[in-house]
């Protein structure tokens, strides 16, 4: 079976550039998470989806950061203009559904570096 | 307050010897799961195990045990015989119910160096 699939796995922009992250979750996967992980730090949820909908996006920056997964399957998460604290690994999430006894499955990231 | 904390930074073993990870956390409800996961350098975060709040018995898996101690709230990992491919850097998460969904924090991460 295959794994969470990110792309694309490094990422170097100027500042002020749009910046866009792919994901796709585990076959059959209905909830689907971007966390932000800084250098050193353990994974910070940007946002979680059941299916299409958005259900926590507290933490995801409005103002530049954008989300969306059509269809309920793969997600991207877009920055729009990238600032150069955004510089981190992006990593992609997914889990059968919500409940606590679900088991995130992690992909491999995204390391965006912002000049 | 961390809701979840690993106090080790980073840690150095010679290989074969034995080592402990501690994870302490906080929560107030009564119903939660723990999580260690290992991320090695190639980045991606991979599943170790997962432990419910009513499950306190001592997990084993070849080289890796857990020990669940709802008094002291710790979840600590132990890696017997370590190996150079145990290099990683390992965290702790908490899982709570929050509106319905889980809610999971993940520790600080701490850092291992296998020496050969």
Same mark, same amino acid.
Do not use: M
């Given at each position: 079976?295959?794994?969470?699939?990110?792309?694309?796995?490094?990422?170097?922009?100027?500042?002020?550039?749009?910046?866009?992250?792919?994901?796709?979750?585990?076959?059959?996967?209905?909830?689907?998470?971007?966390?932000?992980?800084?250098?050193?730090?353990g994974?910070?949820?940007?946002?979680?989806?059941?299916?299409e909908?958005?259900?926590?996006?507290?933490?995801?920056?409005?103002?530049?950061?954008?989300?969306?997964?059509?269809?309920?399957?793969?997600? +991207?998460?877009?920055?729009?203009?990238?600032?150069?604290?955004?510089?981190?690994?992006?990593?992609?999430?997914?889990?059968?559904?919500?409940?606590? +006894?679900? +088991?995130?499955?992690?992909?491999?990231?995204?390391?965006? +570096?912002?000049? | 307050?961390?809701?979840? /904390?690993?106090?080790?930074?980073?840690?150095?073993?010679?290989?074969?010897?034995?080592? /402990?990870?501690?994870?302490?956390?906080? /929560?107030?409800?009564?119903t939660?799961?723990?999580?260690?996961?290992?991320?090695?350098?190639?980045?991606e975060?991979?599943?170790?195990?997962?432990?419910?709040?009513?499950?306190?018995?001592?997990?084993?898996?070849?080289?890796?045990?857990?020990?669940?101690?709802?008094?002291?709230?710790?979840?600590n &990992?132990?890696? /017997?015989?370590?190996?150079?491919?145990?290099?990683?850097?390992? &965290?702790?998460?908490?899982?709570?119910?929050?509106?319905?969904?889980?809610?999971?924090?993940?520790?600080?991460?701490?850092?291992l160096?296998?020496?050969?």
């Amino acid at each position: 079976e295959a794994g969470v699939v990110q792309s694309p796995r490094y990422k170097i922009i100027e500042k002020k550039q749009p910046v866009a992250f792919w994901c796709n979750p585990i076959s059959g996967h209905n909830t689907l998470y971007w966390y932000l992980q800084n250098l050193g730090q353990g994974p910070e949820l940007l946002i979680r989806y059941e299916n299409e909908e958005a259900v926590d996006d507290s933490q995801l920056p409005k103002d530049r950061f954008s989300a969306e997964r059509l269809k309920g399957v793969d997600s +991207t998460l877009k920055i729009q203009p990238a600032e150069l604290g955004d510089s981190a690994v992006y990593l992609c999430a997914s889990s059968l559904d919500h409940r606590g +006894t679900d +088991t995130q499955y992690f992909g491999p990231g995204t390391r965006l +570096t912002v000049l | 307050a961390q809701k979840v /904390t690993q106090a080790q930074t980073e840690i150095s073993v010679v290989e074969k010897e034995d080592v /402990t990870l501690d994870c302490v956390y906080e /929560t107030r409800d009564t119903t939660y799961y723990l999580f260690w996961y290992k991320q090695p350098p190639s980045g991606e975060l991979v599943f170790l195990i997962r432990r419910n709040s009513f499950d306190e018995q001592n997990e084993i898996s070849g080289r890796y045990s857990w020990n669940f101690q709802k008094s002291t709230s710790s979840f600590n &990992f132990t890696i /017997t015989a370590s190996q150079v491919v145990d290099s990683a850097v390992y &965290f702790c998460a908490l899982s709570e119910d929050s509106g319905g969904y889980q809610k999971v924090t993940f520790g600080t991460g701490t850092k291992l160096q296998v020496i050969p």
